[in-house]
């Protein structure tokens, strides 16, 4: 049986930084830094989705700034291709992090920073790059 979800991921931008979690060990791709987000839920609208997924997984409020990248990528253990969304966001308040389980850490970097960030997936870093590429654009119109 093929199946397919859609996820959301938040390159949240603060004080000229983007926000980087830890997976949990237990979890897949366990210890890899990524963007926060998640699968959407049945009917759920994507941005609602991404909104909620940040909030649960950061303890953050987030506006939506704009998609910036369309990707896929393949969770071979539980037979599933995953195509995600990612939008650009700036913090809405608060700036304060409070993860759930299913990340051990986070920090906050620049984009040169992300060069020292490990592990990331190839794909993930291209995303996060792509997030910066596009809001360097944005600042530039």
Not at 41 to 51: S, V
Not at 127 to 135: A, C, L, Q, T
Request: charged residues 30%.
């Amino acid at each position: 049986m093929n199946i397919q979800r859609v996820a959301g991921a938040a390159h949240i931008l603060h004080d000229g930084k983007v926000l980087l979690a830890k997976r949990a060990k237990d979890d897949f791709l366990g210890g890899y830094w990524e963007l926060v987000g998640g699968s959407l839920e049945w009917g759920e609208f994507p941005t609602d989705g991404l909104l909620r997924e940040v909030k649960e997984e950061s303890g953050l409020t987030v506006d939506i700034i704009h998609p910036y990248y369309v990707h896929h990528y393949f969770h071979e253990k539980e037979g599933v291709q995953i195509v995600e969304i990612a939008y650009l966001c700036r913090v809405a308040g608060d700036p304060s992090v409070v993860l759930s389980e299913e990340h051990e850490a986070y920090q906050w970097v620049t984009e040169d920073e992300l060069l020292h960030v490990m592990p990331v997936s190839d794909k993930m870093r291209k995303v996060i790059e792509e997030g910066f590429r596009f809001w360097g654009e944005l600042q530039r119109k």
